[in-house]
């Protein structure tokens, strides 16, 4: 390790412990103990990721009030979006998914409402860079893959209307139930976001060497549970569609085919990243299997509408024998 890396470290331990105790003597105690377990789980010091008592006494914060909540969703933000090192930025984002994923019902809500105005870069880290050397800057190019990924979990979650780990996402037969009462449009615009999910899956940086670092490695492996989740969900809505294919307009079947291939896209991307995890092969020989049939319904179609067309122009200018 380099003298500056060194330094480099020394000083955000020392930057760490004067934060700490300048909460310590805060006078607003509440505030200022939800923000020392923030900081107690997003340390400077190591790479590896937060321990699982530290991940725990974050997501205890919302077995409280709303207002509780609220605090420590403010101070894990202010951490992510005050800090220029590319270690604490992933630690800080690691611990929103285990929000997301472990979280109660109110520190998720607390979330997904931050800020005020939502939108599709709420974490608003598209910019994030922390040139210090030439590993932070790769792990920089994580930490943006990470946010679009947490990101795109949220909006699929509103999208859905449950979160991805909910008791209501394990249901099947209760999402069942909800997909058969669902127009095609609406199945066809969730499985967009199921896609747009997938695709940035799919984005994730050319360095897969910094798998070897433990808290990437961590980072990716709750990524690939999320991604077996959306395909899950997946599953379901293109197996709906199938049933559904003597109702879809033309334009409705090219959409939905396309979709399937984008889908099928990243799964060529996702492999080197994803080794050896969620193969899904039921889902992906489904997938070519409905393929083939929205094609042929899509010719059928294309071809119905041309037969009334060749006839009106046949009646407009009959044959001329000579």
Known sequence: MGYRKKLRIVLGILKDKG???????????????????????????????????????????GHGSRATACACIQAL??????TSSASVALKCLYIIHNIIGKGSFILKDQ?????????????????????????????????????????????VSRILGYHLYSSRAKNDSSKKDKILAFSNSDLLKEIDFLVDFADQVGN??????????ILVHEVVRLVSED??????????????LGLR???????????????????EDCKERTCSLLVNRNRNDDLWDSMKE????VSVMMMEKKEGKMFPLLTEFSQLFPLVGF
């Open 19 to 61: 934060t700490l105790i300048k909460t310590t003597l805060s006078p607003k105690r509440q505030k200022s103990s939800i923000r020392r377990v923030i900081l107690r789980a997003t340390t400077h010091g190591s790479t590896a990721p937060p321990s699982g008592h530290r991940i725990a006494a974050a997501i205890s914060l």
């Open 204 to 213: 994730a940086p050319n360095s897969l060497y910094l798998q070897r670092k």
């Open 290 to 293: 409905t393929k083939a049939k």
């Open 111 to 155: 979330l997904s409402i931050y800020p005020c105005f939502g939108g599709r870069n709420f974490l608003n880290l598209s910019m994030f860079r922390d040139d210090s050397d030439s590993e932070t800057w790769e792990i920089s190019t994580w930490v943006r893959w990470y946010a679009g990924i947490l990101e795109q979990n949220l909006m």
């Open 227 to 240: 991604y077996r989740l959306v395909q899950r969900e997946m599953s379901l809505r293109v197996a709906e």
């Open 77 to 82: 933000m202010d951490r992510l979006h005050h």
């Open 245 to 263: 294919m003597m109702s879809l307009s033309f334009s409705d079947c090219t959409q939905f085919l396309n979709s399937l291939n984008r889908f």
